[in-house]
């Protein structure tokens, strides 16, 4: 084979997320576009997965990719002469329990919210859908009209014919070898059939994207898993184009197959694959079949179609494919690496999301940054721990195993736990803490009373953890808690031009005197929110942030590949350094005063402020900040002194009612005082001004940072969107999604919902939209409704903060 000395870009891996890549790369325009495949197209997995496309996600922006899929798939024959084998039959999915139900009216209502047609249906309607299923345990269903099935090589050969019609060359047998890598960039790529140095590598290599991956040193958490579904002969009677039916009560999924049917499930054990890498050799390859592993699942199968009892079976499909820690695909371009992208981790989903992902990743090459807001799928979700293979595959087996189960609201997963943990861990679990896990860190969500079990119990309604919550809530409110906020993520910015740097960076003015902490937004060119954050000035060339846990690798990123060039400089993460003790109430001053003999008075420590103090013997620094609405201070403190300033706190604290509280009571608190979170109410989509958060934008000042003219064009323009808050009443339970309406006509959905226990209300925030505008008029008049598991009930909208409007407590 001859290959071109020089490429633009390099897609690697010709399954159906490369060609869908290098296709809308060719569209797109861009030239000297190549794709290497190791061996031939589809080869990988894409020739054995089982087709069926759904498009409803819990995100807007994945679904809308997971759309693009069927809207391309349905015109790639006109556009290149090759059928896809698509097919919009409709999809159908059945609940067999009232909880079940619940749970499918409540996507529903997400569907609404998102601009899907849905359908809710009865067990009869259901029936007549799919006549060839047994109903009597069927509680109800969901249909989507606009889901479908498809033949998964077809969809891949007519996008590749589709690239090589707008000049992408496509190599196969070409393994890539290793990945050249000069000052921070990707420089090109060695093959089995020679170098080509470019300036982009897209990897879609699928179950091979982590080897991949490691050839550039860039992480890529995937573990392969056995999945296996059946093909029958055909089944007399059987009626064609029946919708595709999932049934995940019973584990288990149905497509029509050329007049017979394919079954496949997801089961609670699944096997791991390739433990030690892939085979060599391993293409157009299946495992063996495994009848006694997939029988679990024949049983339910054969209650739901009676047919299937006396149906041929012309072949149990066992094929490998690659899942991921939490359920979502990688997209993305990778941290520390510019030019290296990824595209990768499809979890049994890639036909359906093959065409949506390849068009965005395309479009992040193109355009430099990510199309829209594709967090949940953004390869900076993940960080250190994910780089370990034991840890990715426990956790990954566990998010396969719940594919099917109900997504309870704040459920937690039970494997992979604890690989970093609190110096306070122990005494935190000797006073009750029922633990959740993010980003690997261990983190009290609540603190369970005297005989009580500190495990969560679930629920869409109250879940067993309401009472304990809405205590630590009232002590906040009335006296004072500790909150142990430790993984936090955090690091420094230092260098002679940090405050330089930052001023582009940040929207806020960073300009401020030694010991000001600053709240403040970064943005990107169209002033889109990327991160929301704390900035403490420490030294006049050193800035401490404090972010989101699950932000490290995202939000530092963001600030290293934003610094000018040639400013001096440089981003240090210090996460592992500090322990952080949240102390928060109107008491919080009391008992900080009572441990150490410096001055922490309102006019020496005012608010948003901070400073060392010592606290048993130890620097503490001690920031005055708040998420919660009360007076109080973040005290950061060095991990191997936490247990002695909590020990002091404590004892302090005991005469004054502090108690140690969690992360739930957090989240209620913050509603109530209408406090933003990242990946919740804002995000990249939305800037400042649609968010309330104009107070915290230098656009006042005449000092440039990224994003400002695009917020001074919205200005101008105004507003066609504007977060809002709403209240419902105390029995209606909101959790994120729900459809808002004014006078009976769609204006957007929920991003964020809970409960308040000081207002004794239903708390949610979502952006009202309307395209002739959004101002203070529109939000105040008309009639307010939300659709909750697709009933609508009454709610208020709020301009200003449910508690403390002013902000009098947190000055205090």
Request: charged letters at 20%; glycine letters at 10%; a neutral charge.
């Amino acid at each position: 084979m001859t290959l071109p000395s020089h490429a633009r870009a390099v897609v690697i891996g010709g399954g159906i997320v490369g060609c869908s890549t290098a296709y809308h790369l060719g569209k797109l325009g861009w030239k000297d576009v190549v794709l290497l495949e190791r061996k031939k197209l589809t080869s990988g997995t894409t020739f054995h997965a089982a087709g069926l496309v759904g498009q409803l996600r819990s995100s807007a922006n994945i679904t809308r990719l997971l759309t693009h899929s069927v809207e391309l798939y349905e015109r790639l024959e006109a556009e290149t002469g090759l059928s896809s084998g698509f097919k919009r039959t409709g999809g159908l999915r059945l609940a067999c329990s009232a909880d079940r139900f619940l749970e499918l009216r409540r996507q529903a209502t997400m569907a609404t919210s998102f601009g899907l047609d849905v359908q809710v249906l009865s067990a009869k309607e259901a029936l007549a859908l799919w006549p060839a299923m047994a109903v009597d345990d069927v509680v109800g269903a969901v249909f989507l009209p606009s889901d479908g099935q498809a033949n998964p090589s077809d969809i891949a050969m007519a996008l590749a014919k589709g690239a090589r019609l707008n000049r992408v060359r496509i190599v196969e047998d070409c393994p890539v070898t290793a990945i050249r890598v000069k000052d921070g960039r990707v420089a090109g790529v060695a093959t089995a059939g020679g170098e080509i140095a470019c300036d982009v590598v897209v990897n879609c290599a699928g179950q091979w994207a982590k080897e991949v991956g490691r050839m550039a040193g860039v992480s890529v958490p995937l573990q392969s898993v056995q999945h296996q579904y059946l093909i029958t002969e055909s089944i007399p009677g059987l009626p064609r184009h029946l919708p595709t039916m999932r049934d995940p009560d019973n584990l288990i999924y149905f497509k029509e197959e050329v007049g017979g049917l394919a079954m496949g499930g997801y089961e609670p054990n699944p096997i791991p694959w390739a433990l030690d890498g892939i085979p060599e050799g391993f293409h157009f390859s299946l495992l063996e079949s495994d009848w006694d592993h997939f029988e679990p699942m024949m049983a339910p199968a054969i209650r739901r179609v009676p047919a299937l009892e006396k149906a041929g079976v012309k072949q149990l499909v066992n094929g490998p494919e690659s899942f991921t820690p939490d359920g979502n695909f990688i997209l993305g371009e990778a941290p520390g690496l510019r030019g290296f992208f990824v595209a990768c981790g499809f979890n049994a989903f890639g036909i359906a999301g093959g065409g949506g992902a390849g068009k965005a990743i395309a479009e992040w090459v193109a355009g430099g940054e990510a199309p829209m807001d594709l967090w949940p799928v953004d390869i900076r979700r993940f960080g250190a721990v994910h780089r370990d293979d034991r840890w990715v595959r426990e956790r990954t087996l566990e998010a396969y195993a719940k594919h099917y189960t109900i997504a309870w609201p704040n459920e937690e997963y039970k494997a992979a736990r604890g690989p970093h943990r609190s110096p306070l861990y122990d005494r935190l679990a000797l006073a009750g803490a029922c633990f959740g896990s993010k980003f690997g860190w261990e983190r009290p969500n609540w603190f369970a009373p005297p005989g009580v079990d500190p495990v969560d119990q679930p629920s869409f309604g109250r879940a067993n953890w309401f009472d304990a919550v809405a205590a630590e809530h009232r002590a906040c409110r009335e006296a004072a808690v500790l909150f142990d906020q430790t993984s936090f993520a955090k690091a420094e910015v230092v260098g002679r031009d940090a405050e330089r740097a930052l001023q582009w960076i940040a929207a806020n003015d960073v300009a401020r005197p030694v010991g000001q902490v600053i709240y403040t937004q970064l943005l990107n060119r169209h002033g889109g929110i990327e991160a929301d954050l704390t900035l403490w000035r420490r030294a006049p060339d050193a800035y401490y942030v404090v972010t989101g846990t699950a932000f490290a690798t995202r939000d530092f990123d963001w600030i290293a590949r934003n610094i000018p060039s040639g400013m001096h400089a440089a981003v240090r993460d210090v996460t592992h350094e500090n322990a952080v003790l949240a102390l928060m109430g109107p008491r919080a001053r009391e008992v900080l005063a009572a441990v150490t003999n410096d001055d922490v008075s309102n006019a020496a420590l005012p608010y948003m402020t901070g400073r060392a103090i010592a606290i048993a013997g130890q620097r503490v620094a001690a920031l005055r900040v708040t998420y919660v609405g009360e007076l109080g201070y973040e005290l950061h403190v060095p991990m191997p002194a936490a247990a002695a300033v909590y020990d002091a706190l404590k004892a302090a604290g005991a005469p004054l009612a502090l108690r140690d509280a969690g992360y739930r009571a957090i989240e209620s608190l913050r509603l109530e005082k209408g406090y933003r979170a990242w990946g919740g109410e804002i995000g990249p989509d939305f800037t400042p001004l649609e968010a309330g958060l104009g107070f915290a934008v230098k656009l006042g000042t005449d000092i440039a940072f990224q994003g400002r003219e695009a917020l001074l064009q919205q200005k101008k323009d105004g507003l066609r969107r504007r977060l809002v808050g709403v209240t419902a009443s105390p029995d209606v339970f909101l959790h994120g999604r729900e459809t808002i309406y004014r006078d009976g006509v769609r204006a957007g959905w929920l991003a964020s919902g809970g409960f308040g226990h000081t207002v004794g209300r239903a708390i949610g925030y979502g952006y009202a939209r309307n395209d002739a505008g959004v101002d203070a008029a529109y939000l105040r008049t008309g009639t307010w409704e939300l659709e909750v598991a697709r009933e609508r009930v009454s709610c208020e909208v709020h301009l200003q903060p449910l508690y403390d409007p002013k902000g009098e407590r947190v000055r205090s």
